[in-house]
């Protein structure tokens, strides 16, 4: 094989596997859910403040020396946190609260902008508590195929977030 072969099936190899990043999905959704016993309001309540979402917040147990700036009003919409750590940095800031759900707005900078979700919902005696993150991958092939790993890496955080609920809520 010529050079100029080797190089144009390389080019057409390197081309045809960017292309195929594309047929990977531009949308993510991770989300787990753990029953917690207490009630949807006593959730809610936490995770509707700055100073309530510390006290589960799964990144400070990974990060101890996580840094913590808080922003905005105490509660409710617009109440934030700056954070870096181990993990990254970033801020987080509350977006929308409704009888079931606190959104957060988070931005990560280059990493993207995901909308992070804690639901909590009556279920018999319990509460059924749901945290999901949606996140949308845009078009960058390598950001497309990091993609297929969020479920695997943001998961045990989430696992780890929903015991520490269950710990502090009760």
Request: charge should be negative.
């Amino acid at each position: 094989m010529t050079l100029t072969a080797l190089l144009a099936t390389g080019a057409a190899t390197l081309a045809l596997a960017t292309a195929a990043t594309y047929l990977l999905p531009r949308h993510v959704t991770v989300e787990r859910s753990a029953l917690v016993d207490t009630t949807p309001q006593a959730v809610l309540a936490l995770a509707s403040t700055t100073e309530g979402f510390q006290r589960f917040n799964p990144y400070l147990t990974a990060d101890p020396d996580l840094q913590i700036v808080p922003f905005g009003p105490e509660a409710g919409i617009g109440a934030g946190f700056r954070f870096d750590g181990q993990g990254g940095s970033g801020t987080q800031t509350i977006a929308r609260i409704t009888a079931d759900t606190v959104t957060y707005a988070i931005d990560l900078g280059a990493m993207g902008q995901p909308t992070q979700h804690i639901t909590a919902q009556a279920d018999g005696d319990q509460t059924r508590v749901t945290w999901a993150v949606e996140s949308d991958l845009g078009l960058n092939p390598a950001v497309r195929v990091f993609g297929l790993f969020m479920d695997r890496m943001l998961g045990t955080t989430y696992e780890t977030g929903l015991a520490n609920i269950a710990r502090v809520a009760a």
